[in-house]
């Protein structure tokens, strides 16, 4: 039978055929798209998505003093922006202004230091919004589009952009609710070399990561942070309190609890 003259191989050569493809195909680097100067169009990860704006606030009609709320699908690189990375603008005129990343949330919060002129129209800007990234390291998506907004005396100032004051006894009442079963002094001491205790917390290592577990006045930069928000998506082992411990976990509420106290300096 002529279909059989090509005999097959013997199964090891075969295997080790399949192989030497198999590293030859990953050894094919895929090229990336190229912008129009044939510079690489930076892209999020093979299993990541774009970092997208999810929601603005508020839309279309702002007052002279507004506060801008730009909610994210994933949490920020605090790298990537800094302080004043939102601007309003104008007529070519730009309205700097404090911005504040509310880690939990997501988002990032904005108002102008001056009053806008009333019956303007303006554009939100992110400074170096093609540098801003995710934790993951994606890029924001290049769809994005930044609202026009118009602005209207008729529309009250907002409130300055402080946040609430959180004592260290209001998060220590949460710690001693959910956390020091396992943390604390007297505890069943499964972890004991970690004590959420004010003064030994502030100032100490994570022994998982090269970070401090609290930062003061950059919630972003604290891995206690990244260890108790559900779906922070970089972090070593599990959230806290761990899933196999039976305890509650903790509410959004208790969470941004945390991390106000830590935006407001970690006090006593
Ligand atoms: C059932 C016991 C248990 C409870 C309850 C618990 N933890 Fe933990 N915690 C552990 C263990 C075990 C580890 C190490 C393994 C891990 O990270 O998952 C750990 C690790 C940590 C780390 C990382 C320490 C480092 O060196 O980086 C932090 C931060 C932390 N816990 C905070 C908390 C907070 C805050 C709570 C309450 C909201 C809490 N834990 C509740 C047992 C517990």
Redesign the pocket.
Known sequence: MHFRTISTPPGGVFILFTLLLWMGCGSIEPEGPLDEDGDPIPMPGAFDDWLRITEISPGDEIGLRPTMEVEFNAYLDPDTFGSTAIQLRSGGFGYGGRTDYYMTRRTLRFRPNSSLEPDLTYTLRIAGADGIRSVTDSPISPATVLPELRSRDDIADSEPLERPIVTWAEVEE??VA??????GESS?N??P??S?DRDRLVG??????D?L?IHPFQPARS??MH??LPDYPV????????P????DP?STE?IER?EHWIANGARR
């Open positions: 949460i710690f959910h956390c020091n079963d396992c943390h069943r499964l972890h070399l970690i959420l100490q290592r994570s022994e998982q990561v970070a577990l891995y206690l260890k108790i972090r070593r082992f599990t959230v806290q309190p761990p196999w411990s039976g305890q903790l208790d945390i």
